[in-house]
């Protein structure tokens, strides 16, 4: 059974980081597609980042400069290292893993397997 458990969500200052981690259990295929996704109370759920098995990454127009992913496959665990946070970037944060690495967009619909999500919270 595939498990992903999120860490790291906080509550920040803007312009302050924090790095949250998603730890990966029971996935048992050679390549994969891991992604972050946040959602904001009445918002849709967006896609941040992805990073594929092979270490090939995506970042939404967003974040991109500030945010960035990373994996460490010893731990099968994924990092999203958020800088010069916003208070825009106040959401819950998903964590999601794929099968497919031809697949791997960030799009909700591309990945099977969710984390239950950690908050993060950004004050101006």
């Known amino acids: 059974q595939v498990q992903l458990f999120e860490t790291g969500g906080d509550s920040a200052q803007a312009g302050e980081s924090l790095r949250l981690s998603c730890k990966m259990s029971?996935?048992?295929?050679?390549?994969?597609?891991m992604g972050w996704f946040r959602q904001a109370p009445g918002k849709e759920r967006e896609g941040v980042a992805v990073i594929r098995s092979g270490g090939s990454t995506v970042i939404a127009d967003s974040v991109k400069g500030r945010f960035t992913i990373s994996q460490d496959n010893d731990e099968n665990t994924v990092y999203l290292q958020m800088n010069s946070l916003k208070p825009e970037d106040t959401a819950m944060y998903y964590c999601?893993?794929?099968?497919?690495?031809?697949?791997?967009?960030?799009?909700?619909?591309?990945?099977?397997?969710w984390g239950p999500g950690t908050q993060v919270t950004v004050a101006s």
């Open positions: 029971g996935f048992t295929y050679n390549t994969y597609c």
């Open positions: 999601a893993a794929g099968r497919s690495t031809a697949i791997c967009r960030l799009k909700s619909r591309d990945f099977e397997y």
